[in-house]
């Protein structure tokens, strides 16, 4: 055989069926699984600095900015204090983070809609409707962007300032659909967005939720009034209310909503996905194979894995007498689904 064409790439690592006594091990293998140096490391710690993210999220919208804390969003992630901190290097280091996150979902929503073809005051309203259709969805980010960002620190406010002038730019391109003898004034951009964030603002501060599609057609009347004039303003009011809002297409939902699978209540570690990786690569190996792949040298250390792997209905043990005879490892099919999401995700 070609070695030039087996071999593995520089950078990459080959998990390969343990042999016995120059016999493959029995049982059903996918083959060796290449997997790339470094790739599951990055896919760990890319996950838990989303839920770190998404753990500010919920505990800002549960608590408020002045009570949140590292402790309330590390339990909240199920994660540890060194994880934190590996990520931020403070508590307002990871709302800042937190509130750029949010800020750029909302742009994924929000700029397709105005970006499309049409006249200013079609796209304004697509752009209003995505927006408010986005923060109806989830409603925590939605209080932490329009209700908690105003008491955060100056890294926010710069970056909150920066994306309120690109709304007022948005905004005053209705001058150019403006009659000659409507000339709005210069400050009206500026009145007209903080105006309709101040609603919104109000909305999401109330005690009982309202619903935010509502706002759409009272809110682009006063958008509009000063650049088209009072008919035009009317016409926006009268138009059928949007119906209620659900997740954006396209838009990814935060890390502990994909998950897979659903309900898994668990801190997914680097160990932990190369196990997982390697009984799917071959099913049926037991546990010094699977240490083996997975590089796990102690073998206390692989069965307590094992065990709870086992408990949280991940992995079965097909052996014929399990206390006694060896264990022969199978993923269950919520496994195969945490499996199936993580070789997704690398890939992705």
Known sequence: MDRARCAVPEGEQM??????????????????????????????????????????VDVVHEHGYAGASATLV??????????????????????????????????????????????????VRGALEALLGFLEADRAIASLLFV????????????????????????????????????PPC??????????????????ACPKPVRLMTLVNPLMGVIVYPYLGPAAASKEVARPTPKRATRPQGVEAPADERDPPAGLHMRVTYRTLRV???????????????????????????????SRLESYELIHNSGEEPRWGPNEWHLTARGQELEHGIRHDLRG
């Open 74 to 123: 590390v339990a909240r992630a199920r994660g540890s204090r060194k994880t934190f901190y590996d990520n931020f290097g403070s508590f307002d280091d990871a709302f800042d983070a937190a509130f750029e996150d949010a800020l750029d979902r909302v742009a994924q929503v929000v700029a397709p809609a105005y970006e499309r073809d049409g006249r200013w005051s079609e796209r």
């Open 187 to 204: 400050l009206t951009a500026e009145t007209v967005v903080g105006g309709v964030i101040a609603v919104i603002h109000a909305r999401l």
């Open 148 to 183: 908690e960002a105003p008491a955060a620190g100056p890294a926010v406010q710069e970056r909150r300032t920066h994306a309120l002038a690109m709304l007022q730019a948005v905004i005053d391109e209705g001058r150019s659909q403006a009659r000659p003898d409507r000339t």
């Open 276 to 306: 997982l990786v390697a009984i799917g690569a071959h099913p049926g190996a037991r546990n010094r194979e699977i240490a083996d792949a997975a590089g796990v040298t102690d073998e206390g250390q692989i069965s307590k894995l094992l």
């Open 15 to 56: 998990i390969t069926r343990p042999q016995r006594n120059g016999a493959a091990v029995r049982g059903h293998s996918n083959g060796a699984v290449p997997l790339r140096q470094g790739s599951l490391n990055g896919y760990t710690a890319s996950r838990s600095r989303s839920r770190l993210l998404r753990a500010m």
